[in-house]
């Protein structure tokens, strides 16, 4: 157990709706990192949060959105959704500066699947 | 931009033989080089790490190696097991900076025959 918690785990909806998955990162974690995996495909950097600040973006589309809360959890919003947006959406979290590692702890991933 | 190359993308191999799987990155600033371990349906685990001031870095049957001048950097799996068929993935970052962001390569499916 790696102490990042994902919900949904699984996901069906159809193209053209809006889905909203949930992270909590491990516990004293400030930064959160959102990754996708589609099949067959390495695991694709989306964006980072730090304490509720945006910090570094990837490949993220105009139609996926997140935010960190003061809570530390963090929302990734996929809206307008298309078959190819079905993935593996993984959440990861760590301390960044000199106290952390580099480690990335993932958690077990929510499973979007767009019909 | 940023780019993670990982090669080759799938590698069998018969138990009790190595693997070596090899990784170039782009941004000559990186300096953390973590490989992760992901079995099938699940979340990818660190199972070793290299930093750019050592050159090489051994775990039990792993090792990992870095070659900083030629950016890139392998990872050795010596007497394999069955249990070491998973997707393995390389990846380049720089945690000391304001971003502690992963570039990971696209991954080499590994399977061991027993």
């Known amino acids: 157990d790696s102490g990042v918690t994902q919900t949904p785990k699984h996901l069906i909806t159809a193209t053209g709706q809006r889905v909203t998955l949930r992270c909590s990162p491990r516990?004293?974690?400030?930064?959160v990192y959102w990754y996708q995996q589609s099949l067959d495909q390495g695991l694709q950097f989306l964006i980072q949060?730090?304490?509720?600040?945006?910090?570094a973006k990837g490949n993220i589309l105009e139609r996926f959105s997140a935010q960190q809360f003061p809570d530390l959890h963090s929302e990734l919003n996929l809206s307008s959704l298309e078959l190819g947006d079905s993935a593996l959406y993984f959440c990861?979290?760590?301390?960044?500066?000199?106290?952390?590692?580099?480690?990335?702890?993932f958690g077990e991933g929510s499973r979007l699947t767009v019909l | 931009g940023e780019n993670v190359e990982q090669h080759p993308s799938t590698l069998s191999v018969q138990e009790g033989d190595s693997a070596v799987i090899k990784c170039t990155y782009s941004?000559?600033?990186?300096?953390?080089f973590p490989w992760y371990k992901q079995e099938l349906g699940k979340r990818p685990q660190l199972i070793i790490d290299?930093?750019?001031?050592?050159g090489e870095k051994k775990d039990q049957r792993i090792a990992v190696t870095l070659n900083k001048t030629a950016k890139h950097f392998s990872l050795h799996i010596t007497e394999t097991q069955p249990e070491d068929s998973a997707v393995y993935f390389c990846?380049?970052?720089?945690?000391?900076?304001?971003?502690?962001?992963?570039?990971f390569g696209q991954g080499t499916t590994l399977q061991v025959k027993p």
């Open positions: 990861a979290s760590n301390s960044l500066g000199f106290s952390g590692t580099g480690e990335l702890f």
């Open positions: 516990s004293g974690d400030l930064s």
């Open positions: 949060y730090y304490n509720g600040e945006e910090r």
């Open positions: 941004d000559s600033a990186s300096n953390y």
């Open positions: 290299i930093r750019s001031n050592v």
């Open positions: 990846a380049a970052g720089l945690p000391s900076s304001n971003t502690g962001k992963l570039i």
